[in-house]
């Protein structure tokens, strides 16, 4: 069983840069894969990034610009989330997942069984 927990939301300014954090354990060993995604009120769960903890490989959906970087810690217990050029349209809750899996995978939310609660961002022009 895996857990996380997301930190690091809050408000900002439009051209700010904000950093989510996502606190991960439980049963953890190489292959496990986190993601983060966001969702706005009334609309589906969108993918952003996913990092395999084995090696810290990436993949990031094709809807997502490059303003968003996903990351790992050392000790591969804390995935981050670094948002740059912040837009109002940024403005979500953003969930981070957990899933095992046997190397990276795409950010679907059909993949990940073990979601945090969510942190909120809001970006103000």
């Known amino acids: 069983e895996l857990r996380v927990t997301e930190s690091g939301g809050g408000s900002a300014q439009a051209g700010g840069s904000l950093r989510l954090s996502c606190a991960l354990s439980?049963?953890?060993?190489?292959?496990?894969?986190v993601a983060w995604f966001r969702q706005t009120p009334g609309k589906e769960r969108e993918g952003i990034a996913t990092?395999?903890?084995?090696?810290?490989?990436?993949t990031y959906s094709a809807s997502v610009p490059g303003r968003f970087n996903i990351s790992q810690d050392n000790a591969k217990k804390t995935m981050f989330l670094q948002i740059d050029s912040l837009q109002p349209e940024d403005t979500a809750m953003y969930y981070c997942a957990a899933e095992y899996c046997s190397g990276d995978v795409r950010p679907l939310v059909r993949y990940f069984g073990y979601w945090g609660q969510g942190t909120q961002v809001t970006v103000s022009s």
């Open positions: 439980g049963d953890l060993h190489d292959n496990v894969c």
């Open positions: 990092i395999y903890r084995g090696d810290g490989s990436t």
